[in-house]
């Protein structure tokens, strides 16, 4: 089907991968791309030359668009910028920020510009700044969230922009894309349902978390220090939480206490130590299967349960 994120894009599918840090490298985005949709190569806090080399690595197994999640606060963020519009990759996503300052370099590269966004005023800002879509991610999801879910913001931000929406946060299957062109989105970005894709190259151990959590297995720390994420619940995140809620622990010393989790759950699979990062729909994610076999499986709901519904997406 196409809509106005397909047209923007030019891809098949309006569904983009999530740029999930330590996760999202090329193999992933490849097998994305291939089934219609949009991969994302997460940048997290990478070099520009590692950054480089998983584009590369994408461009050799796929021949459709594809784009870099780049995370505004990462220590690398000025070279990582200037090395998409070297290379001039199709598409970038921003989190953590109001990516402004690079949109006039990503412009003359040719780079379509999708910053995440949690509020109305940062979609409008980002849509002055000269941003071509925005992608609304309620709390729903895995990984740093905001305050809003994602039925309030989607509608609210798609009614303060002109420019397309995309919901996030939340989002599975069929219903939740059907979900989101209601509120007004016109594609949506998933992350939760990617992480057991076969391409995925996460560890086994995360897989298995994912594809045995249920409904209320996940949970949100970090709102003491300012930035909250959204995790499975393990030992790792039940230790977090009480150290977060001791006001005689230092920040610090908290902050200390997150350094590394990601990678030790996403790369090693450590169980004791790793932060499994992952959304609310977790629980509905019941098998592994290839990224193409999960997006031919949602757009032919998608198309069932839309049949004879007129809808400006």
């Known amino acids: 089907m196409q809509t106005k994120l397909t047209k923007l894009l030019g891809i098949r599918c309006p569904i983009i991968q999530g740029g999930m840090a330590w996760i999202a490298d090329a193999s992933l985005a490849s097998a994305v791309s291939n089934a219609g949709g949009l991969g994302i190569i997460s940048a997290m806090n990478a070099g520009a030359d590692w950054v480089r080399e998983e584009i590369r690595k994408c461009r050799a197994m796929t021949d459709k668009p594809f784009g870099v999640n780049i995370m505004l606060m990462s220590p690398h963020v000025e070279e990582v910028a200037q090395m998409v519009a070297e290379e ?26 999708l910053p995440v966004v949690a509020s109305t005023a940062l979609a409008k800002m980002v849509e002055r700044a000269g941003a071509d879509a925005v992608i609304a991610e309620g709390g729903e999801s895995g990984g740093h969230v905001g305050d809003l879910t994602t039925m309030a913001l989607v509608p609210q931000v798609a009614d303060a922009v002109k420019i397309p929406v995309v919901a996030a946060g939340g989002i599975g299957d069929a219903r939740g894309v059907v979900a989101s062109f209601a509120l007004g989105a016109c594609g949506v970005q998933m992350g939760t349902r990617f992480l057991v894709a076969k391409e ?8 298995k978390k994912v594809l045995a959590a249920k409904d209320i297995s996940t949970m949100v720390t970090g ?30 010393k908290l902050e200390e206490f997150g350094v590394g989790s990601l990678r030790l759950a996403a790369k090693e699979g450590n169980t004791e130590k790793g932060c499994f990062l992952a959304g609310q ?11 193409a076999e999960m997006i031919e499986e949602i757009m032919a709901d998608v198309e069932k349960r839309m049949e004879g519904v007129q809808w400006d997406v």
């Open 88 to 113: 001039k990759v199709p598409v970038v996503t921003t989190g953590a920020g109001n990516p402004s300052r690079f949109v006039k370099m990503w412009k003359e590269a040719g780079i379509k510009i």
């Open 200 to 207: 995925c190259t996460v560890s086994e151990e995360y897989k």
């Open 223 to 252: 709102r003491r220090l300012g930035h909250p994420v959204r995790a499975i619940k393990t030992t790792y995140t039940n230790q977090y939480a009480k150290l977060e809620a001791d006001s005689n622990f230092p920040d610090e």
């Open 281 to 291: 729909i977790a629980g509905m994610v019941n098998r592994e299967q290839t990224a």
